[in-house]
């Protein structure tokens, strides 16, 4: 856990201690305790890692087996008067098929307390906000899969929430509209709105937060920025470019040298160079450049990605 | 890294902090209402209720065939429509349409995962059960006694002079009963309905096999079965003197058991409270369900 982090500590909107949940003997989550603060964290994780039964428990929609899930400090479970500030828009397609996209998001609002104007007006604003205005009268069983996942969205954010669960929201999306999307994620975190958003599409993540939680096989395996994340892992792999203005001599020294598992020159003349051990490597080559008149004008790391974190973590 | 026990601290800039209080849930009245609406609308586009339309048309068919080919067998409106209510709507019809809807009522949002909408709402889980299942009884009834209003419309079209004082006090009577009988087994049934993953094998052998079974035992046991106070309710077409052996011999068999009338309110009463138990037990079944998709 990091310093910051653990100052806003207090702060946090969604706290789970200790959570487990388990059906029959399959375990989907595992022990898992988390605070999450104001901004947007990715929950990051293969499909069946445990992701949409995390939400779920996080939302209230299911009991946790061990442990205790709050949001805002409260669980919603009990204190449902809480979903006023809480919004969820789940990894599942089923809408009422029967209802048109105007029909369906003024009930979501209804039940969230709006009187008719505020209703109409609300309604008006986000299927205009997902360019869904002109298929507002057609049922939504005549909606694409895109047009169903902007509903969903618009239903979690229409009543304004201070804490938003979005389980895989970018399904089904077409490009500018995923664009939209994120953008708009991006705005709801900026505003000091608390957005927990899943996926197990790396880029989607990284397109969204830098802050991400990773899950694996129901358990947590790591958090932060992918920078922290990698700087927590002491022996992981890495992938570095030196730019040097000899690079062959540079590449011929690395060759056969502790922790260094292959070395080339790309085409833009840098020494490319695939370590086992990235700590390990960082705290050698100052040593190995000054001792060796070796000349190193920058250093770059190539796949500090989240691809990498998340393959390396999910292998070991 | 975390093995085991993991703890998370993400945080991103401070935002404005989250406004103090608890915010109050709907109010149980307005959620019941705004529920029950939406559910009646979504009940009544279902495929099925032109199933059960149609179903209900039977009875409407059966009076239509005695006015145009048996009008001189001495089958009036009024035993017509005792005979209907007892052997026709109690037995079989109440069950089929209220199992129909009421088996879904619930059950079928918590399936398809559409009740993930309504419970991330500030509404209790008491007013979602009680607005579906209003809107399941409304459906049941509605569909129950318009069939029984077609019926009344056939017998008394071009044949004013059976509307008596006297069979209109019955047709009311009918009336009040079979959609009595509907609130109480929809009721039933949307409890099973929350409780069950399939409930409609349970809800077919609660309906056609427990009940007739029940119902078909002389004396005090036949009061087990809602069937049983429903036709306990409604008057019964006069038997007339046996004259074969058979009747003579159920005759005989009936004054042995010398079976006490139930009275009409004890009736009502178990009637009610199965139907108020059944919505406390689905409430409080709803209570613990957790969303499967």
Redesign the interface.
């Known amino acids: 856990?990091?310093a910051?982090?653990?100052a806003?500590?207090d702060?946090?909107?969604i706290s789970a201690t200790?959570v487990g949940k388990w059906f029959g003997e399959v375990i989907a989550v595992?022990?898992?305790?988390?605070?999450?603060?104001?901004?947007?964290?990715g929950l990051l994780g293969a499909n069946g890692a445990g992701k949409s039964t995390l939400f779920?428990m996080l939302?209230?929609?299911?009991?946790p087996s061990c442990g205790e899930v709050r949001v805002?400090g409260?669980r919603l479970r009990d204190?449902?008067?809480?979903?006023?500030?809480?919004?969820?828009c789940?990894e599942?397609d089923?809408?009422?098929e029967?209802?048109t996209g105007r029909e369906y998001l003024s009930?979501?609002l209804?039940?969230?307390?709006f009187d008719g104007a505020e209703t109409r007006r609300r309604t008006d604003r986000w299927l205009e906000r997902f360019d869904l205005a002109a298929a507002a009268g057609r049922r939504l069983g005549g909606y694409s899969k895109g047009m169903r996942q902007k509903l969903k969205l618009a239903?979690a954010l229409a009543h304004d929430p201070?804490v938003i669960f979005l389980d895989e929201p970018l399904n089904g999306m077409d490009p500018m509209s995923r664009k939209d999307a994120i953008t708009l994620v991006g705005d709801l975190?900026?505003?000091?709105?608390?957005v927990l958003v899943s996926s197990h599409i790396l880029p989607e993540i990284e397109s969204m937060?830098d802050?991400?939680?990773l899950i694996d096989r129901g358990?947590?395996?790591?958090?932060?920025s992918v920078a922290e994340i990698r700087d927590?892992?002491p022996e992981h792999p890495t992938t570095v470019a030196l730019v040097s203005p000899d690079p062959r001599a540079l590449a011929a020294f690395l060759i056969g040298r502790e922790h260094v598992e292959g070395v080339r020159i790309d085409d833009q003349g840098r020494v490319v160079v695939h370590t086992g051990h990235a700590v390990a490597f960082y705290r050698a080559l100052p040593g190995w450049v000054r001792d060796h008149g070796l000349v190193v004008t920058e250093i770059l790391t190539l796949d500090d990605s989240l691809e990498a974190v998340f393959q390396y973590?999910t292998e070991r | 890294?975390?093995e085991?026990?993991?703890?998370?601290?993400?945080?991103?800039?401070?935002?404005?902090?989250?406004?103090v209080g608890?915010?109050?849930?709907?109010p149980s009245l307005g959620?019941v209402g705004?529920?029950a609406w939406?559910s009646v609308?979504?009940m009544a586009?279902r495929r099925r209720l032109v199933s059960l339309g149609l179903i209900n048309l039977l009875p409407v068919l059966a009076v239509l065939a005695v006015r145009l080919w048996l009008p001189d067998r001495g089958l009036t409106a009024h035993l017509q429509l005792m005979t209907l209510s007892h052997d026709t709507f109690i037995p079989f019809l109440i069950p089929i349409v209220a199992m129909a809807v009421g088996v879904s009522a619930i059950g079928e949002q918590i399936e398809?995962?559409?009740i993930?909408?309504?419970?991330?709402?500030?509404?209790?889980?008491p007013a979602i059960y009680l607005g579906r299942l209003l809107a399941a009884q409304g459906v049941a009834v509605g569909l129950l006694t318009l069939s029984l209003a077609l019926c009344f419309v056939v017998m008394v079209t071009g044949n004013l002079g059976v509307i008596t004082w006297e069979f209109l006090k019955l047709y009311l009577q009918t009336f009040g009963v079979i959609a009595l009988g509907a609130v109480t087994y929809t009721a039933l049934f949307a409890a099973m309905g929350t409780v069950f993953r399939k409930p409609v094998l349970p809800a077919i052998l609660f309906a056609f096999g427990w009940e007739k079974l029940v119902a078909g035992i002389p004396a005090r046991v036949q009061e087990f079965s809602l069937q049983f106070h429903l036709q306990n309710l409604v008057s019964k077409a006069p038997e007339g003197t046996p004259e074969d052996l058979p009747g003579m011999l159920r005759a005989l068999v009936q004054q042995a058991l010398h079976r006490d009338p139930t009275p009409d309110w004890r009736s009502v009463l178990v009637l009610a409270v199965v139907a108020v138990l059944a919505a406390l037990i689905g409430v409080q079944l709803l209570r613990g369900r957790?969303?499967e998709?």
Not at chain 1, 30 to 41: D, F, I, Q, S
Not at chain 1, 79 to 88: A, E, H, L, Q
Not at chain 1, 189 to 194: A, E, H, L, M, P
């Open positions: 856990m990091s910051g982090a653990a806003n500590r702060q946090a909107r200790g595992n022990n898992c305790t988390l605070r999450v603060g104001a901004g947007v964290v779920k939302a209230g929609l299911i009991e805002l409260a204190r449902v008067g809480w979903y006023r500030r809480v919004g969820f789940p599942s089923a809408l009422p029967w209802m009930l979501m209804r039940l969230m307390g239903q201070d975190g900026r505003q000091g709105r608390t937060t802050q991400i939680i358990r947590v395996l790591a958090e932060g927590k892992i973590l | 890294m975390h085991n026990g993991t703890t998370i601290t993400t945080s991103g800039p401070a935002g404005p902090a989250p406004a608890e915010p109050a849930p709907l959620a705004w529920i939406f609308r979504e586009r398809d995962g559409t993930v909408y309504t419970w991330t709402r500030p509404v209790r889980r957790e969303i998709k």
